[in-house]
């Protein structure tokens, strides 16, 4: 635990689970989709949708699809800025379950070069968030290191291969998961490192012939993308 666990992060309230934590969710959406953003649409489920615009949840999440920090004091007037820079978003309630996290959201992104993305998470308290989705592939993992995601096929040697890439240029793995949907088909390893992977060995493990696609995404420390 550190100081930010006790008193949350420096932000724009008021509140620092619908606030400061819509705002990191939007960055890291944003930097999952790896560019900037032209159009969002963005899916309240849960207290997220009941008092989200009350706490200004809807301001910090577009904020943070334009990459502002939490403390960035033109949270409330996001939406003014958004219509200035051509960011197009729509806000519709969803229903993702009883299972999930009341502070949950879903965004739908097109990015400035046409690029897509799905990525589904939640603010858990604190200025925290929980990415548990991407592109429809359910995984799990914070922002609060250096990160890389991969869809792959599901076989034998697949992290070896992965983890022998990073071992090589001396990038230290601080975590990692491995999902996957069902027994040889489609998986997703990630893994949370101490330091971002440069682009050369990002390329090496996309030129692994079972990896499918890879991201490399910075931590998302709050202080804007």
């Not at 606030?19 to 790896?34: C, E, F, Q, Y």
């Not at 009341?102 to 097109?110: G, I, Q, R």
């Amino acid at each position: 635990m550190n100081i930010f666990d006790i008193i949350g992060p420096v932000m724009v309230g008021p509140s620092s689970s619908h606030t400061a934590g819509a705002v990191r969710l939007g960055n890291a959406a944003r930097a999952i989709l790896g560019q900037p953003v032209i159009e969002a649409t963005i899916g309240l489920h849960g207290s997220f949708a009941q008092t989200g615009r009350g706490h200004g949840t809807d301001l910090a999440l577009v904020a943070g699809l334009m990459g502002w920090p939490t403390d960035d004091l033109r949270i409330p007037q996001a939406f003014d800025y958004a219509r200035e820079a051509g960011l197009h978003y729509f806000f519709r309630t969803i229903d993702a379950g009883d299972a999930a996290h009341p502070n949950f959201v879903k965004f739908w992104l097109t990015g400035q070069d046409g690029v897509k993305s799905q990525v589904a998470g939640a603010s858990i308290g604190g200025g925290r968030v929980v990415i548990s989705e991407v592109d429809d592939f359910p995984l799990e993992f914070t922002g609060d290191f250096p990160t890389i995601l991969t869809l792959h096929e599901d076989r034998p040697g697949a992290v070896a291969e992965v983890t022998g890439i990073l071992s090589k240029c001396g990038v230290n793995i601080a975590q990692m998961k491995v999902f996957r949907k069902n027994k040889g088909g489609l998986a997703s390893m990630v893994l949370e490192t101490d330091q971002p992977l440069a682009e050369a060995d990002l390329a090496a493990v996309a030129g692994l012939p079972m990896i499918k696609t890879v991201r490399c995404i910075h931590a998302i420390s709050g202080q804007g993308v």
